[in-house]
Nanobody
Framework: QVQLVESGGGLVQPGGSVRLSCAASGNFVSINPMGWYRQAPGKERALVADITSGGSTNYANSVSGRFTISRDNAKKTVYLQMNSLKPEDTAVYYC??????????????WGQGTQVTVSS
């Protein structure tokens, strides 16, 4: 059974930093891509950043230059380093991974979500 387990998050002051981690476990062939989404109260879930197995990255305009996504393929883990945090970054952050059970069969999995609150 495939699982995504997130860690990190919490309460941070404006201008501060926090790092999120998401580790995948279970039996599968590969993961591509891995990424982070967020959902603020009253808003739809939206992409924050994602990264391919080859290291190509994609960022939402609102976080470009402040957030950095990375992954450790050996550890099946994706990270999100969040710097210069703003109150508008407050949201539940979800990890998402496209997991291949064979060369052509895949399914998208979501983590349980972790709250990030930016407030003084």
């Amino acid at each position: 059974q495939v699982q995504l387990v997130e860690s990190g998050g919490g309460l941070v002051q404006p201008g501060g930093s926090v790092r999120l981690s998401c580790a995948a476990s279970g039996n599968f062939v590969s993961i591509n891509p891995m990424g982070w989404y967020r959902q603020a109260p009253g808003k739809e879930r939206a992409l924050v950043a994602d990264i391919t197995s080859g290291g190509s990255t994609n960022y939402a305009n609102s976080v470009s230059g402040r957030f950095t996504i990375s992954r450790d393929n050996a550890k099946k883990t994706v990270y999100l380093q969040m710097n210069s945090l703003k109150p508008e970054d407050t949201a539940v952050y979800y990890c998402k991974a496209r997991i291949y059970s064979s060369a052509f069969l895949y399914r998208d999995y979501w983590g349980q979500g972790t709250q990030v609150t930016v407030s003084s």
